[in-house]
Nanobody, 126 residues
């Protein structure tokens, strides 16, 4: 059974930082894209960042470029999202996901991901 467990969310003041982690089990993750998505109330889920299987290629939402950084540790089946300079508009539930295409290219398409975590809440106060 595939499991993705996110952690690291919480309440932070604007300008602060958080580091999200997502630990996976139940399948091989090292050959697949891993990504972070977020969904705020009343809004559609959107890509935050994604990374290819060895960390050599990444994509970011324009709204987080220069503030967030995605990384992965294949030995630990874990993907991270370092979030700096947080803004109130970053408030959302954050989900990690794993792709199903071996050695795929990072993307923001939901259909490119086969397994999803339960989410961790990030709240940024002004």
């Amino acid at each position: 059974q595939v499991q993705l467990v996110e952690s690291g969310g919480g309440l932070v003041q604007a300008g602060g930082s958080l580091r999200l982690s997502c630990a996976g089990s139940g399948r091989i993750f090292s050959s697949y894209v891993m990504g972070w998505f977020r969904q705020a109330p009343g809004r559609e889920r959107e890509l935050v960042a994604a990374v290819d299987w060895n960390g050599s290629s990444t994509v970011y939402a324009d709204s987080v470029k220069g503030r967030f950084a995605i990384s992965r540790d294949n030995a630990k089946n874990t993907v991270y999202l370092q979030m700096n300079g947080l803004k109130p508009e970053d408030t959302a539930a954050y989900y990690c996901a794993v792709g199903w295409i071996r050695f795929g290219t990072p993307s923001g398409r939901d259909n490119d991901y086969s397994d999803w975590g339960q989410g961790t809440q990030v709240t940024v106060s002004s």
